[in-house]
């Protein structure tokens, strides 16, 4: 799971190869002052001197107009895609959009075209259902895979080709992460491990301490922690160099079912099944707001881009948006007529999708809680839903064994 935020990425050379440096612009608005933010971006990056000045004021002209765009309300039918033989269990965009990965439970994933919807890449390897998947942000070169064979793989998204399989895990692996440099990939499993991968090397370390299925892993922005969440109804934080937990998040009085890291890396939000989302102070470990607006169990915990805001999805058939800083409820979500697994943010941070039992995603405006639009058509369960990074297209993927793409009107 990415938090899309707006940023600028750097292309260098470095001993003969190709290199990218994400510059991730968080604060960023129609009133900043771009002159100003571009004097700073240059004296914090020894890969810009200031006969670079020009360039980079005007790339953040360009970001900040796409910020003044009117985000899109309405999504038509692209594609309907049906290369997996059997359920779709998870999917994911690349950095720029221009092409996804879809796992299922036929035991492979396929890397899709967004624009033609033509497989570019089906990943056959392993044994077991393809449960997670995941792309190396910003790169976007690499693909991970978990498994219900109990491995991961990395594949080259240029070729298809496997480069590494990651073993250590006695059980499923449920949840893959990378770290923002792509040096590590962090693989959570039904064994109650957190295991830390070496991408070339194919080395990993394992984080001990959760008791039951560690259902949710994710980097900090700094690559310095690594957040796990899992179903003994805690999450943790571990420092991704020595491989110690730092932190533990326990209050819940059911299992934790997933947990998002703010973009600052000062808070934790974390959902239960006990039908509540916490929100943590990382300095103290301390649950600063419990959020107890839904009546059963909630499923699924997002930031907004900036942090102030956060997402819920609840088995209950509805969604929330809650102010992060003080735990109001901006807008309840209310549509869909069975349970919703999946509240995710336009990058732009106005409107919402939401994925549900009831075989739609749905379109909704953050602030008023309105409906925008319905996504019909499948025929089974919506259980993931993606924007791509300027959020003008969306993924859905379902258990009719499709995958569908919408792009803005």
Known sequence: MHTLTPGLILEYSSHGMIKNKPIDLLSLSPSTDVEALAVQIIAKQPLLSEHR??????AIKKLQMKLLEDHPSQYSLHKVLRGHLLSLTNCAFCKNGDMFVTGAYDRTAKIWDTVTGETKHTLEGHDNVVYCVDFNYPYSNIVATGSFDRTAKLWDTATGECRQTLTGHTGEVVCVAFSPDSSCLVTGSMDSLAFVHD????????????????????????????????????ARLWDSRTYQETHLFAGHSAEVTAADLSFDGRQVATSSADGTVRLWDIRTDDCIQEITAHTKEVLDVQYSADGSMVSSASEDGTACIFNTLTGREISTLRGHTKGVSRARFSPQGKTCVTASEDNTARLWDITSGAELQVLEGHLDEVFSVQFNYTGDALITASKDNTCRIWLAV
């Open 53 to 58: 000045f020009p360039h980079v004021v005007a």
């Open 199 to 234: 991408t070339k090397m194919g080395v990993g370390t394992a984080l001990r301490g959760h008791e039951a299925e560690v259902i949710t892993v994710k980097y900090s922005q700094d690559s310095r922690s690594v957040l796990t969440a899992s179903f003994d109804s805690t």
